[in-house]
């Protein structure tokens, strides 16, 4: 029986080791800002792998704990840019985790990591202003997700867009996109998927300081805080599917 453990720990370390190897370029070509990173993670072996391979992306600073009591002490106490949130945890607190972490660190943003994707948790993650990172071991999405999530907007994984299906997203018009611009539903659309200001510009052809005034403009237009918010509202609105 313990050769069996042995071997099960030393295919995991394998696997952490070649997927530290392939994120190495990944990280580069992504410019992943210097950040401080909180990993909230139940499962260890599942905490060690992205701990270990986080950690290998020098701009990163990476804290790691496994339940929400030592969360909200490290939250407090190192203020981090970034929390990665396993949505079990989140799910156990009946979501009321997300407040108290927002108590203790009012800065960070926020990406929940897990392997649900029904459409009414992942909604529900949406509606919190959140990244859903799914956990598909696909290492370079996560790193998408932080880079995107650090620079304030939300990282919507390819599989959960599909979940967005039109009876459960609310009308368009009632959430006032009818009264956007058609250059800034454009812009709007790029910013849903993890685009930043500069790549919105070069796919758009214009400057990343008018990008910056088309989507200051749809935030007062919509009558919300940040560009964060608009792009929950963009995803409820059903924006995510023409961005595709």
Same mark, same amino acid.
């Given at each position: 029986?313990?050769?069996?453990? *042995?071997?099960?720990?030393?295919?995991? @370390? #394998?696997?952490i080791? *070649?997927?530290?190897?392939?994120?190495?370029?990944?990280?580069? =070509?992504?410019?992943?800002?210097?950040?401080?990173v909180?990993?909230?993670?139940?499962?260890?072996?599942?905490? &060690?792998?992205?701990?270990?391979?986080?950690?290998? @992306?020098? $701009?990163?600073?990476?804290?790691?704990?496994?339940?929400?009591?030592?969360?909200?002490?490290?939250?407090?106490?190192? %203020?981090?840019?970034? !929390?990665?949130?396993?949505? /079990?945890i989140?799910?156990?607190? $009946?979501?009321?985790?997300?407040? @108290?972490?927002?108590? %203790?660190?009012?800065?960070?943003?926020?990406?929940?990591?897990?392997? %649900? !994707?029904?459409? /009414?948790?992942?909604?529900?993650?949406?509606?919190?202003s959140a990244?859903?990172?799914f /956990?598909?071991?696909?290492? $370079?999405?996560? &790193?998408?997700?932080?880079a995107?999530?650090? =620079?304030?907007?939300?990282?919507?994984?390819?599989?959960? $867009?599909h &979940? &967005?299906?039109? *009876?459960?997203?609310?009308?368009?018009?009632?959430?006032?996109?009818?009264?956007?611009?058609?250059?800034?539903?454009?812009? #709007?659309?790029?910013?849903?998927?993890?685009?930043?200001?500069?790549?919105?510009? %070069?796919?758009?052809?214009?400057?990343?300081?008018?990008?910056? *005034?088309?989507?200051?403009?749809?935030?007062?237009?919509l009558?919300?805080k940040?560009?964060?918010?608009?792009?929950?509202?963009?995803?409820?609105g059903?924006?995510?599917? /023409?961005?595709?």
């Amino acid at each position: 029986m313990p050769a069996k453990n *042995n071997q099960v720990i030393n295919s995991q @370390q #394998l696997s952490i080791m *070649n997927e530290t190897k392939n994120t190495q370029a990944i990280a580069c =070509e992504l410019k992943l800002p210097s950040a401080t990173v909180l990993l909230i993670k139940k499962d260890p072996f599942q905490r &060690l792998g992205l701990g270990k391979i986080l950690a290998k @992306q020098e $701009s990163l600073t990476i804290y790691d704990c496994a339940d929400s009591f030592k969360g909200l002490r490290l939250a407090r106490r190192y %203020q981090p840019d970034v !929390i990665i949130l396993d949505l /079990e945890i989140l799910v156990s607190s $009946s979501f009321k985790l997300y407040e @108290q972490l927002v108590e %203790q660190s009012p800065e960070a943003k926020l990406i929940i990591c897990g392997r %649900q !994707i029904d459409r /009414e948790t992942i909604l529900k993650v949406y509606s919190i202003s959140a990244s859903y990172y799914f /956990e598909d071991g696909d290492i $370079s999405k996560l &790193l998408l997700a932080i880079a995107s999530t650090f =620079e304030g907007s939300i990282y919507v994984h390819p599989l959960t $867009s599909h &979940l &967005l299906s039109n *009876n459960l997203l609310m009308p368009v018009s009632s959430l006032g996109l009818d009264s956007l611009a058609p250059k800034e539903l454009a812009a #709007l659309k790029h910013l849903i998927t993890g685009k930043d200001y500069q790549e919105i510009g %070069q796919t758009m052809c214009i400057s990343s300081h008018t990008v910056r *005034n088309y989507i200051c403009g749809i935030v007062k237009k919509l009558g919300l805080k940040n560009r964060t918010q608009a792009v929950v509202v963009a995803v409820c609105g059903g924006l995510l599917a /023409e961005a595709q």
